[in-house]
């Protein structure tokens, strides 16, 4: 069945600090692919997401790329800020369905 | 603009005792709704959906239940609960046709 694999945190940066979270996907047909940010205490919140192959998304500095020929979807950021600390969690949806195939979450904390 | 509401943000409830969770969706009609939880340490299970009123999809057999009895309100119950039942319960809804989902603040539910 269809399936995310996402790094294992925590990931600890220095603020300003480069970010890489890597997302790897199993899926037949050509997802959809989402990022989403949960902050301590909250739901989660739409970041990005590319629908086709070559895609960019990118919101609030952040970028991922859907990756076909390496079935990747890594968020990159190139400047962190201590408020970016949360939890992001890479998702996929299959076309034609209602489900989300969601990732275990990578813990992201920014140290001052 | 769409808002959706969870409630209660936080219950402790006692082994056996019954549970209900109440999601509420404003701004749209017909909206997709979906249940998961988010199991300590873990990523996200889905656990309903529904495509409209009186329509529920289980995801994993286990002790709870969902009824959508309104259009835009969405009830995730249980008559017994199991210390294994603690967790974060996540909400959702989308626009029918539409993939990205939007998710209310959740539910922290503690079962001693």
């Known amino acids: 069945g269809d399936s995310v694999t996402q790094m294992e945190g925590p990931v600890t940066l220095s603020e300003e600090a480069f970010l890489t979270i890597n997302c790897t996907y199993t899926?037949?047909?050509?997802?959809?692919l989402f990022w989403y940010v949960q902050y301590p205490g909250e739901g989660l919140q739409l970041l990005l997401k590319?629908?086709?192959?070559?895609d960019k998304g990118s919101n609030k500095g952040f970028e991922a790329t859907y990756r076909k020929e390496t079935t990747s979807f890594h968020l990159e950021k190139g400047s962190v800020q201590v408020s970016d600390s949360a939890v992001y969690f890479c998702?996929?949806?299959?076309?034609?369905?209602?489900?989300?195939?969601f990732g275990t979450g990578t813990r992201l904390k920014v140290l001052a | 603009s769409q808002t959706i509401h969870q409630w209660p943000a936080t219950l402790v409830q006692p082994v056996g005792s019954p549970l209900s969770l109440e999601c509420t969706v404003e701004?749209?009609?017909?909206?997709?709704l979906y249940w998961y939880r988010q199991a300590a340490g873990r990523g996200l299970q889905l656990l309903f959906y529904?495509?409209?009123?009186?329509?529920i999809s289980s995801e994993v057999p286990q002790n709870l239940s969902a009824s959508r009895p309104q259009d835009r309100q969405f009830i995730l119950s249980s008559k017994k609960l199991l210390l294994s039942d603690s967790g974060f319960y996540l909400c959702?809804?989308?626009?029918?046709?539409?993939?990205?989902?939007?998710f209310g603040p959740g539910t922290r539910l503690l079962v001693l």
């Open positions: 701004g749209t009609s017909n909206p997709n």
């Open positions: 899926a037949t047909g050509y997802p959809s």
């Open positions: 529904s495509v409209g009123i009186g329509q």
């Open positions: 998702a996929l949806i299959s076309r034609g369905t209602y489900k989300y195939i």
């Open positions: 959702a809804w989308s626009n029918g046709g539409q993939e990205t989902q939007y």
């Open positions: 590319a629908t086709k192959a070559d």
